[in-house]
């Protein structure tokens, strides 16, 4: 990701750089979907692979438990990934493979959420 000189503390968490690039690996794969999915799986593939990213800023933004929750929304939307992928493979928009490292990299999208959920509760205890 491009460094600005206007920088935000959230930009310096891996998982949120993670989540960014799983964003663009969607997006990417999402391009080569068919034109009638455009409003339909490939919006929602797009939107919960972004949503991921975006609730990591928003969340944290705020108090420790909002931080908190936010990022089980974050984790959700990591979710509905998996259905989205195994739909669009299910479809043969994208490969057995495509599908098998989207699923890694949600697997890793979702540990790093789930560590770092368990860390902010341990604080919010």
């Not at 068919?34 to 705020?62: M, V, Y």
């Not at 928009?93 to 699923?103: A, L, Q, T, W």
Request: net charge positive; proline share 1%; aromatic share 10%.
């Amino acid at each position: 990701m491009r460094k600005s000189k206007y920088h935000f503390k959230f930009e310096e968490l891996g998982i949120y750089s993670k989540a960014m690039e799983f964003g663009e690996v969607v997006n990417g794969l999402g391009n080569k979907f068919p034109k009638q999915e455009r409003f339909e799986l490939t919006s929602q593939f797009k939107r919960a692979a972004d949503s991921i990213a975006l609730n990591i800023a928003e969340g944290s933004a705020g108090t420790d438990k909002q931080f908190h929750n936010y990022l089980g929304n974050a984790w959700y939307s990591a979710h509905e990934c998996i259905s989205c992928s195994s739909k669009a493979q299910m479809r043969n928009y994208i490969s057995v493979e495509e599908d098998e490292e989207n699923r890694r990299l949600i697997t890793e999208l979702s540990k790093m959420i789930t560590s770092l959920r368990n860390k902010i509760l341990q604080r919010i205890k």
